[in-house]
């Protein structure tokens, strides 16, 4: 995992001078596929959020998942706050902190929980027509790593292609976002 995380930070810190800042404020919607170790089958769903910038330094973001297969129903909200420090005029380093509620159905059982998390990554705008976002995320004792392409195809719209892996998860989502 240190090769990866070397890797990522080298790349995002090559990133070419001509290169807009970092895109922050948006709302998404996406479909994801969850693949959880040892499950038959894979859970999928949808996801949409949004990020709005405070100011130079803070990011107010949510996020909400909602998965489903057969009898199995799985809903993840998460409401948090990011510090972001500019590394340079295109790669922000961001760290923060957030509120992650999610439940699960299982027939006529269910559980839901409230949890706090906490983040660190890179944004890097590469060039005008790519973004990548790569972090940490811990939420009770669980480590997860991702990584985003966001491809502009203008100026307000992107496709976007998200991979996340947990300890005992991975997720793949592609979705759109409109920039604003």
């Known amino acids: 995992m240190k090769k990866y995380l070397m890797v990522m930070i080298v790349m995002c810190m090559g990133a070419t001078s001509y290169a807009a800042e970092p895109s922050y404020q948006n709302i998404n919607l996406g479909y994801s596929i969850v693949d959880i170790d040892g499950?038959?089958?894979d859970l999928t769903g949808i996801t949409f959020g949004g990020a709005f910038r405070q100011?130079?330094?803070l990011l107010l973001y949510f996020q909400h998942s909602r998965y489903k297969e057969d009898s199995l129903k799985l809903?993840?909200?998460?409401?948090?706050?990011?510090?972001l420090h500019e590394?340079?005029?295109?790669t922000d380093f961001t760290a923060g902190i957030a509120l992650v509620q999610s439940s699960v159905e299982l027939g006529s059982i269910s559980d839901s929980e409230f949890d706090l998390g906490l983040n660190?990554?890179?944004t890097s705008r590469l060039s005008d027509?790519?973004?990548l976002d790569g972090g940490l995320g811990f939420v009770d004792?669980?480590?997860a790593i991702s990584v985003t392409g966001r491809f502009f195809v203008d100026s307000k719209i992107s496709l976007d292609l998200s991979l996340g892996s947990?300890?005992?998860s991975t997720t793949t989502t592609i979705g759109a976002s409109y920039v604003f």
């Not at 809903?75 to 510090?83: M, P, S």
């Open 141 to 143: 004792g669980n480590t």
């Open 120 to 122: 660190i990554g890179i």
């Open 87 to 90: 590394i340079s005029n295109t």
């Open 75 to 83: 809903n993840a909200t998460v409401f948090g706050g990011n510090y």
């Open 39 to 41: 499950a038959s089958k």
């Open 166 to 168: 947990s300890d005992d």
């Open 129 to 131: 027509f790519l973004q």
């Open 55 to 57: 100011s130079e330094q």
